[in-house]
């Protein structure tokens, strides 16, 4: 396009079936702005975004000269980039378009007001016109994306997706805080509808992605900082010292044996111990053991090494300290999965933590698992008796305005899960289940229902306790309103399992801080849109996969694993990002080089340099800019422009909206 | 206050939080009043101060701008850049006999988009109760007089 040729606009007024169109008068916005100057058509149709939709653009590019291309719909944030591809193919550059929003900030929140909506849709579109008018073409360059991923979280999420990318060929670097992969599958014992047996599908897993080729582990590693942006991300990780030298060690485990000091076990939540220096859990990849300062009487009072002197590879090594490891990645994808819901802090009605009968459902699995605290053996723990009567409490602190609005997705079959545990292993056990409502969604879910259903001794009772209570004789007591037989019930069982809320795993927060990806009002983090781009962030090459993004059960986490693994795939096979094109540019006429731009930029792309003529002037690295605009804002002398939000553009639409 | 008197309100919006929140707000068709519009830039650091004032100048009865919430900008720190530039400019808009309740700044997350319709809401019924912009009107007429 030549700078000073005529502008000719074509303006297109969409209906989004009647989505727009039965709030705003399409046909009178269209023949309102056909009388703007510079506008040589205006249009409405019913999909602008359909393949005949496009059609009318590039026809009329090519029919009526036009340069310049205005759609009125839905959110820019929505179909900018199908637009802009359609204006592309007919000839001209894709910035030379402008979209007005009018559905999501106009038909759709005006719906009774369909002549105030119908003269703001106007104005709207007059706006994006005013810009139109004086939109220049812009470029994008290309990017090389560095063929290597980084995943965040060693849970099932993050070990199906690094399989999967390494599979394809590109080279993956998995980071997870705690000293072995596995997350919180590993703690299970089996997993609903099929019950089979949870590690023996998930250690073979483990074992595959620590061997793969393309696989490098970073357990007990924390992300620090990221940098930079798709195709190209700085990665710093921060390898926590286990005090054992992983060139040297065998896995033998000798130095468990011999070490005398323990404390509670994390990875059993707190119901059985673990040595000074310990394994995570016994099938703990990698098999190399940690040990934990605060507990070793070596660390405490510099006596002991007990673990040094029985290792037959001489791995123990105290003197290890903190590592920093520097990655270069194209893509990351988030795994941090979940955590429970801090029930003893938020519910204290419940009685977790201050009676040692409650325990949570992830608890009761750690019971149930033949490597357990008590091998197996569902067992009280407050007396190591076997519960004749179990309470299962389903949807504790889920679905509750004062606690966690959302469901959790599996707290139902898990609980029914648990009932059959009992059931199983103490087959005359009574189980009473509470529920507020039964939710079983998943393939497999409503059979394995009506299967346990069946169980005499199994009992659903429709409501949640007000208050779990304890008698003089330590048994514990509550009373449920049963909503199904309009009853006031008094349970005292022997045992009580609470079907817990999830929430976000802490290290997804510092993560989301880190690389300023969206989090939704429920703290998980936000996708790009909920339906159509689920394994998306706001930040371009960040994907989600599992729990991350919300409450999911193991089925939704692998497939949502699968998805980001191919997003990330695609970004690498296609081996180049292109760049955003609204970077600042400075006009060196009109630049001082007073130097204000250059302390506000977040991101240290302008520089002060001395032309020839012995001029200072700002000078933007293209490379670094991202394209805020910042620097432009503050220009006293308007030298620094951010190219397609430049300060005539703006003014051009601020004057439009108010005259 | 004057009788059907509708505010004119131009809103700035980021494009990764506010105009995202925005969206949603429309996504989940909660209903606010129509006075707005929005003008989208990629970040709140991006606006001019002197967008605000040629806003007053066209006319506005009030000026909406908004960003990521502190601590969550796209771009690092565009938030806090806008939040000491509007502060600033509130103080200069009383000089030039503009109420400093016509301008207003919020952080609006990609998530709440009921958040923005009542802050919709709440500024459109403030701007009501001031009444016509009239620094727009006097400036014409000077602009006659010379």
């Known amino acids: ?659 | 206050m004057v009788e059907n008197f509708e505010p004119n309100i131009v809103v700035f919006a980021c494009n990764w939080c506010s105009y995202a929140g925005m969206d949603l707000a429309g996504t989940s068709r909660i209903q606010y009043p129509h006075n707005l519009k929005v003008i989208r830039v990629m970040c709140s650091g991006r606006i001019n101060p002197v967008y605000i004032l040629e806003a007053f100048a066209n006319g506005a009865d009030g000026v909406l701008v908004t960003g990521c919430h502190p601590g969550d900008c796209h771009y690092i720190s565009g938030n806090y850049k806008t939040r000491k530039r509007i502060i600033l400019l509130e103080r200069l808009l009383e000089q030039f006999g503009i109420e400093k309740e016509r301008l207003r700044l919020e952080w609006v997350s990609a998530s709440e988009g009921e958040k923005f319709a009542n802050i919709a809401k709440e500024f459109v019924e403030q701007i009501r109760k001031l009444g016509p912009n009239h620094i727009a009107k006097e400036l014409r007429k000077e602009v006659a007089v010379v």
């Open chain 1, 1 to 659: 396009m030549v700078e000073d040729e005529e502008v000719r606009i074509g303006v297109y007024i969409c209906h989004c079936g009647l989505n727009i169109a039965s709030v705003v008068d399409v046909k009178k916005a269209a023949e309102e702005v056909s009388k703007v100057p510079n506008v040589v058509v205006a249009k409405d149709y019913q999909f602008m975004c359909s393949q005949p939709g496009q059609n009318i653009i590039i026809e009329d590019i090519k029919q009526h000269r036009l340069n310049r291309v205005v759609v009125a719909a839905c959110s820019p944030r929505m179909h900018e980039p199908t637009f802009q591809k359609a204006v592309e193919r007919g000839g001209l550059n894709p910035y030379l378009f402008e979209m007005a929003n009018i559905r999501e900030h106009c038909s759709w929140v005006h719906e009774k007001e369909k002549v105030a909506a119908t003269e703001k849709a106007i104005k709207l579109v007059k706006a994006a016109i005013a810009k139109a008018r004086l939109l220049k073409p812009l470029k994008r360059e290309k990017v090389n994306v560095i063929p290597r991923a980084l995943v965040i979280g060693g849970g099932i999420a993050g070990i199906r997706a690094s399989l999967d990318i390494a599979n394809a060929g590109f080279e993956v670097h998995l980071v997870e805080t705690r000293p072995s992969i596995g997350g919180n599958m590993a703690r299970l014992d089996k997993t609903f509808p099929t019950l089979d047996c949870s590690q023996c599908i998930l250690t073979p897993l483990m074992v595959e992605v620590s061997r793969h080729p393309n696989v490098t582990l970073h357990t007990y590693t924390d992300v620090v900082n990221i940098d930079g942006s798709v195709g190209n991300f700085k990665v710093k990780l921060l390898k926590k010292p286990r005090y054992v030298d992983e060139s040297k060690c065998t896995g033998c485990g000798t130095c468990i044996t011999k070490c005398p000091w323990t404390a509670p076990s994390e990875f059993e939540l707190g119901l059985g111990k673990r040595k000074a220096i310990y394994f995570e859990f016994p099938q703990a990849v990698p098999l190399i053991p940690v040990i934990d300062p605060e507990h070793c009487m070596y660390f405490q009072k510099g006596t002991c090494r007990a673990c040094e002197k029985f290792c037959p590879t001489k791995a123990i090594d105290f003197n290890q300290k903190p590592e920093e490891i520097e990655l270069e990645v194209g893509a990351i994808i988030l795994a941090t999965g979940y955590s429970l819901y801090d029930v003893a802090k938020a519910m204290p009605e419940y009685g977790y933590r201050k009676y040692k009968d409650v325990i949570t459902g992830l608890e009761l699995e750690r019971l149930v698992s033949a490597t357990g605290p008590t091998k197996g053996h569902i067992v009280r723990p407050s007396d190591g008796k076997e519960p004749k009567k179990v309470a299962i409490i389903l949807c504790v602190g889920s679905r509750d305005e004062k606690h966690l609005r959302f469901c959790c997705r599996f707290g139902c079959v898990a609980g029914i899960k648990h009932a059959y545990y009992i059931v199983s292993h103490i087959p005359d056990a009574e189980v009473y289940i509470c529920y507020r409502d039964i939710r079983t969604f998943g393939k497999g879910y409503e059979e394995f229902y009506e299967r346990i259903r069946n169980y005499e001794n199994i009992k659903f009772i429709r409501g949640s306790p007000m208050e779990i209570l304890q008698d003089a004789d330590g048994s514990l007591y509550f009373d449920v309103f049963d909503a199904n037989t309009n009853r006031i019930v008094t349970l005292r069982p022997d045992l009580v399992v609470l079907e817990t809320g999830i929430v976000p795993h802490p290290t997804f927060k510092e993560v989301a801080k880190i690389l300023k990806c969206a989090v939704g009002p429920d703290g998980f983090a936000l996708e790009l849109h909920p339906k159509l781009r689920p394994t998306e962030t706001s930040v371009d090459g960040v994907f989600l996969a599992g729990a991350v993004q919300g409450p999911k059960d193991i089925p939704d986490t692998v497939a949502q694993a699968g998805a980001a693994a191919s997003s990330v795939i695609a970004l690498m096979s296609k081996g180049y990002v292109e760049t955003i094109p609204y970077v600042s540019s400075i006009n060196e006429d009109l630049c001082s080089g007073c130097g204000i731009c250059q302390p506000l930029c977040a991101y240290d792309a302008i520089s002060l340099v001395k032309k020839e003529d012995g001029k200072q002037v700002a000078k933007v690295d293209i490379g670094k800019c991202k394209g805020c605009g910042v620097c432009a804002a503050a220009c006293p002398s308007g030298a620094a422009q951010q190219l397609g939000f430049n300060d005539e553009q703006i003014l051009a639409m601020v004057r439009t909206l108010t005259r």
